[in-house]
């Protein structure tokens, strides 16, 4: 038969736990799976545990080379769709919870990511952690996270828990530099920090504050 003839069949219903999309050569590109069966962590040519604490479904997205490049889960009270850097983790992020009091925080997240590749981050950081808790542990891990090879989020536009609607923007360290938000009580407010967290400038100014 000729291999490019298509072999196509049509199935009115059909139920599976999960089902693989794959290229000719065999290669994963696409998965839908339930709770039960969420893929681990492919990288390289290494499988990782992925730790699930949740009910979520949904599905998995991989590149040409195999590895996650993204995907969509949902669950009870959760949802996230996320864009992942070739050969790293997520970059954007459309996300949604609801905690255990029934308040919901849904919006868009941007990260920076390391260069280096995910697998050999993962192995780098895993290589600190397993060390014997105590002072040289904690100032190689303080080193990692103050390098360029610690990820870092640098925007978030979304809706709190509390009910403030807001954008933050945050440097390249991670430390939030501007602030602007529509409070639950539709008050607005527009707020400068330096890289400790504090507020130098704000708009309104408070009270007490020069206008």
Request: proline share 4%; glycine share 10%; hydrophobic share 30%.
């Amino acid at each position: 038969m000729d291999g490019d003839e298509k072999n196509t069949s049509r199935i009115r219903h059909l139920d599976v736990e999960r089902l693989n999309i794959i290229d000719r050569n065999g290669t994963l590109r696409m998965t839908l799976f339930n709770a039960e069966n969420f893929p681990d962590i492919v990288l390289g040519d290494k499988v990782h545990k992925r730790q699930i604490g949740s009910d979520a479904a949904g599905m998995l997205f991989y590149n040409s080379d195999g590895e996650e490049c993204g995907g969509l889960v949902f669950g009870n009270g959760e949802a996230a769709l996320l864009f992942d850097q070739y050969h790293q983790d997520q970059v954007i992020g459309l996300t949604y919870g609801q905690d255990i009091d029934g308040r919901n925080q849904y919006g868009l997240t941007l990260w920076d990511r390391p260069d280096l590749p995910l697998a050999q981050w993962m192995e780098e950081w895993s290589t600190i952690t397993s060390m014997p808790a105590g002072e040289e542990r904690s100032r190689k891990e303080a080193l990692f996270k103050n390098s360029d090879r610690w990820s870092h989020h640098r925007a978030t536009i979304g809706k709190s828990a509390d009910g403030d609607l807001g954008v933050q923007l945050m440097d390249s360290k991670g430390n939030t530099r501007l602030r602007m938000v529509v409070d639950s009580q539709d008050v607005p407010r527009l707020e400068f920090l330096d890289e400790t967290g504090e507020v130098y400038y704000r708009l309104p100014p408070e009270p007490d504050e020069p206008r």
